[in-house]
């Protein structure tokens, strides 16, 4: 079956820390691959996507996020995390031949001063 | 930011009334979506829209319906809602599939049912 996990509930980490979120995929073929940021009370903004091509892709707000096929995982990274970087991040795949996207369900992040 | 709305922004409502939530957009976008999200589960997809009259369910439609009679607006009706359907109900927007399907969210809606 056709599954999206992030492992980690919830993260912490201090300002200015580097920070992965961790994305794992479970699909018949490689799919489109999305990173969601949700802020409280918001709704949700796309950080990067990946398609095909250089498996490290840059996105908004400096966070990048690396596919690999092998292990069948898209982790978000950002090299120094800033206080405003507090969210929840989703990760999101969509099937190259359909249009149901899934969603993982969600890593909060929170940020120590 | 993609001009999607949601109205309401909140709700309060009983057991077995029922229930329409709109979803407004100005972005002229073919596709448009209903999700729920529920701690522990992300988003999931109620129903979607591919066009006008045009709507297929998604992973979770058991218990509620939609309607597109124009281009801009996606409605979601739950007939008798539940207390199971206590949730956080984002419209979203796309206008392509595949490839380049981005999906622009709109603020949600918070439903409780009592």
């Known amino acids: 079956a056709q599954s999206v996990t992030q492992p980690d509930i919830h993260i912490t980490v201090s300002e200015g820390a580097s920070l992965e979120l961790r994305c794992n995929y479970s699909?018949?073929?490689?799919?489109?691959l999305f990173w969601y940021v949700q802020s409280p009370g918001q709704g949700l903004q796309l950080l990067l996507k990946?398609?095909?091509?250089?498996?490290l892709v840059q996105g908004i707000k400096g966070f990048e996020a690396e596919f690999k096929r092998s292990q069948s995982s898209f982790n978000l990274r950002k090299p120094s995390v800033h206080w405003s970087d507090a969210a929840e991040y989703f990760c999101a795949v969509v099937s190259r031949n359909n249009n149901d996207m899934r969603f993982g369900a969600g890593t909060r992040l929170t940020v120590k001063p | 930011d993609a001009g999607i709305t949601q109205s309401p922004r909140h709700k309060v409502t009983e057991t077995g009334t029922p229930v329409t939530l709109r979803c407004h957009q100005t972005e002229n976008h073919r596709y448009m979506y209903w999700y729920r999200q529920d701690p522990g589960h992300g988003l999931r997809l109620i129903h979607y829209s591919y066009g006008v009259k045009d709507t297929d369910k998604g992973e979770v439609s058991d218990g509620y319906s939609v309607s597109r009679s124009k281009t801009e607006d996606f409605l979601l009706t739950l007939e008798s809602a539940t207390s199971s359907q206590t949730s956080v109900y984002f419209c979203?927007?796309?206008?392509?599939?595949?490839?380049?399907?981005?999906?622009?969210f709109g603020p949600g809606t918070r439903l409780t049912v009592l």
């Open positions: 979203a927007i796309s206008s392509w599939v595949g490839r380049d399907n981005e999906q622009f």
């Open positions: 699909y018949g073929a490689t799919p489109y």
């Open positions: 990946y398609f095909s091509g250089d498996t």
